[in-house]
Structures are given as C-alpha cells and as structure tokens.
C-alpha cells in the first residue's frame, strides 16, 4: 500500500547504545521530516530533507544523524542514546507543487522509543 | 520555542454541539495548517489557509485566520464522536525553498465527544 511507514513501532533500548529508527515512503515525496512528541512541548522538529543528499537541522537536532541517500528513506539515528530522548518519532513528507509550497505533510505511525 | 499556542487545552462538549478551538502565534506565516491526532496514531492533515485568506471551510470544518491578531481558529460543527481526538495548529513560516515545511506546532487541543 501506499504511504509512510515508519519502523519499528515500539522500541526499547538503553542508554549510550545507538539506535536507529526507519522511515519509508511510497509516493516519492521530495521533502522529508523527523519530528518528536512530548508532553508539554508538542512537536518539534529534528531535522529535514528537501531531497536525496539534502539535510538541514531543526530546532533539537543534537545527539540525531540523518542520511537520505534514496528520496523514498529518511533513517534517523541516534548515536548515543540518552533518557531525555525518550519520546515519540514521527516521519512525514510532502510534495510542494509547482511554485506553490503550501502543501501538507503527510505522517507516519510514529515509534515510540523508551531509553532505559 | 513554540510558536502557536492552542486553546483551551482540552474542551469536553456533547455530540451534536460545536466546537471551537483558538490558535495564536507570533511571527508573520507562509500558511497555517490545522491538523487532527487519534490516540497512539501519526497526524493527519485537515485543512491549510494561507496568509492571504481568511476563511476557508471543508465539510464541517471552517477555519478563520486574522493576520492583523495573529490568530486562527477552527470550528467543528456539529460533532460526533469520532471527532474526539487531540487538534493541533502549524504555521508554516518558511521562506520556501530547503526552508519549505518547517512547520512548528502548538501543544493540541485535546477534544472530547461524548454520545
């Protein structure tokens, strides 16, 4: 089926371990999204991608690497995982259109990573 | 730093009512998307308004935005319950290009509907 499908959906790992979460999508969107959810501070953004080999950071982007050598995979990596990363990674795209950038963002599932 | 903030924080109505919930946000926007979540589940698109419209509706939901406030709002109409859910807003204050969807979101609105 088409979509954004992120893995795993649940994960538990401990602290100083890397960790990577995967994101896929189907419709060969050209913009890619990490975002976290937490209580208290709703979504923020991790990092981006306007295309293959094209990254830029967010608003909390220490401690994550991403890559994005195909358009359609988007992996997040924490490198060495910490208790205040414990939270809930949700993948998007998007496809702005023509001149136009007002276009949605389409979301995954979501992974909800606990660091022990 | 979040930028738009959402109000109330949760709202509890019964089926058949409307609901309303409140968006401000600080600096000048590209757009403002409103966006729906199900417990345990990813985000899901409802509706976008650009900063140079004012209103704009799909089926039962009408939005509103004054630039000149800074300020959005949504409206449900008519609610049932599979509209409980948490609403969040995003404004999108990019400046295109690679800064294109850096969408920076309030904290929800949590809405319940009860039957």
């Known amino acids: 089926d088409a979509g954004i499908t992120q893995s795993p959906r649940y994960k538990i790992t401990e602290t100083g371990r890397q960790v990577t979460l995967m994101c896929h999508q189907t419709w060969s969107h050209s913009y890619m999204f990490w975002y976290r959810q937490d209580l208290g501070h709703g979504l923020r953004l991790i990092y981006y991608?306007?295309?293959?080999?094209?990254?830029d950071k967010g608003e909390v982007s220490d401690g994550y690497v991403v890559s994005r050598s195909k358009t359609e995979n988007f992996p997040l990596t924490l490198e060495s995982a910490t208790r205040s990363q414990t939270s809930v990674y949700f993948c998007a795209s998007s496809a702005p259109g023509g001149n136009s950038y007002n276009s949605p963002l389409h979301f995954g599932n979501g992974t909800r990573l606990t660091v022990t | 730093s979040q930028q738009g903030e959402e109000d109330p924080q949760a709202l509890s109505i019964q089926e058949g009512e409307n609901a309303t919930m409140n968006c401000s946000y600080k600096?000048?926007?590209?757009?403002l998307q409103w966006y729906r979540q199900n417990s345990g589940r990813g985000l899901v698109h409802l509706i976008l308004?650009?900063?140079?419209?004012r209103e704009k509706h799909s089926g039962r939901l009408r939005v509103t935005l004054d630039t000149s406030k800074k300020s959005s709002s949504l409206l449900i109409t008519a609610s049932r319950a599979a509209d409980t859910a948490s609403y969040f807003c995003?404004?999108?204050?990019?400046?295109?290009?690679?800064?294109?969807?850096?969408?920076?979101f309030g904290q929800g609105t949590i809405l319940t509907v009860h039957p």
């Open positions: 308004i650009r900063s140079n419209e």
């Open positions: 995003a404004t999108d204050n990019g400046a295109g290009g690679t800064s294109y969807g850096k969408l920076t």
């Open positions: 991608s306007a295309a293959a080999d094209i990254t």
């Open positions: 600096t000048s926007i590209n757009n």
